[in-house]
């Protein structure tokens, strides 16, 4: 992996240049394109950003970002890069304008390498819904790196970004962060801006955050966030201030919520051997652990399923082979352009949530579903709202497992679905969730510690997170 702060440290001793870094990356990627972790990469923009940040450097008047090599989910607009959210249905679609996490990117001196592959429309939790091949595990490939962000925790794990951007709708930044061993986190709903974000469930999604660490994760967080007027649910907020911050919860005395034995317990044995060491180091660091209740932690899953994939069957309405890329051939009077495209342009999942969220949305079954999914979302919004008038956040692991092999769900919808199991809550709730590595596990494979608090309380977060990824590291 590549630390922000050693490439910077580096380039102001004189070693080396943003320039001659990025040229490194750039060979890397190359070196490694087996690993299918990006859709496309803009080697000239990239070394001309580079070469900028080496100027400003130069001037002694570097920008935020400066020198920051960041890789792109391919569900982020972008003016010069195609944006195809890993569909065949977007093809070489191009954008005419950048999302504005990606203008704020450039507008703050970060270096965009390129567009990383995902599951098709972000709906996935393992990379291989992909219209482009999936994504591999770097360390083993013959295991899944998690998704749907794949592509952009890989390039954060193998040292080809200092940071990258994903999406996270029910656990797509945050689980593959923890299959990878890196850090992923998920915003407060609202606060980085989701204008230029393909939508899948719009009440849902949020832009993401990954890399080796808090401080760039912070540092990326302060640069992108802030309000948005063109997207309606911006929060009117400033922007975080988590780099000044970060060591605020350092000393303090925290009070660290944790889930009852009986929801950790179906965990595998690695996820929860590692769970066990970190309260074990979190108690003798002097953290007092509360045993919280969470209502309806049954009902998270179907909830989120029911919710995302509503939304996202009216969000995808919008892909009809008329006004963006894919539209399939007319052979004779009788074909429907519409059905056609949709046919052969969406793969096999998301057809499934398009036909889940139409049935649920349905004059029939709207009540039975719909409706009473909305009431569980209220009372897991409030069951949230209990444990942090108690406690300063709740501590739990991001996934029940560590990553698993091609394969192995794929043809179990089911089972992939409660991969999600720890995370979807986050998103129903709106609140802020990071992922940070917490060691090995006895197979070899990373695991990922989990910490959420209130809404808004970003800061709060990422600094409580800073504190604990050193304690597991030391
Ligand atoms: N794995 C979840 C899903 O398939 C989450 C996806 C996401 O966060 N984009 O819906």
Known sequence: MRLFSDSCTAVNKGTTTFTTITQDILRDIDQRQSLNHFLSV?????????????????EEKPLALDGMVVAVKDNLSTRNFPTTCASKMLGEYRPVYDATVVERLAAHGAIIIGKTNMDEFAMGSSGENSAFGKTLHPLNGDYVP??????????????????????????????????????????????????????????LDQVGIFAPDIPTTATMMDALSGHDANDATSANLAPTQAMATLDEYANKSLTIAVLPEEIIKDCSPEVLEVYKQCLDILQDNGITLLQAQIPANDAWIPTYYVLAT????????????????????????????????RSQGFGMEVKRRIMLGTYVLSAGHYDAYYKKAQQARRLIYDGYEHIFSQADALFLPTTPTTAFKFGEKLNDPIAMYLSDYFTVSANLAGIP?????????????????QLQTSLFQDERLLSIAHRFQQLFQS
């Not at 001309?48 to 400003?56: F, G, I, L, P, T």
């Not at 998920?186 to 801006?193: D, I």
């Open 146 to 203: 998690g998704g749907s962000s794949s592509g952009s925790a890989v390039a954060v794990a193998a040292g080809h970004a200092h940071a990258s951007l994903g999406s996270d709708t029910g656990g797509s930044v945050r689980q593959p962060a923890a299959f990878c061993g890196i850090v992923g986190y998920k915003p407060s709903y609202g606060r980085l801006s989701r204008y230029g974000l393909v939508a899948f469930a719009s009440s």
């Open 310 to 341: 509503a939304e996202a069957s009216s969000n995808l309405a919008r892909f009809d082979g008329i006004r963006y890329g894919f539209r399939a051939e007319i052979n004779n009077d009788d074909d429907d352009i519409m059905t056609l495209t």
């Open 433 to 449: 969730a990071i992922s940070i590595p917490a060691g090995n596990a006895a197979n070899g494979f990373p695991v990922g510690m």
């Open 42 to 58: 803009g080697k000239d923009s990239a070394i001309v950003q580079a070469q900028q940040s080496d100027e400003r450097y130069a």
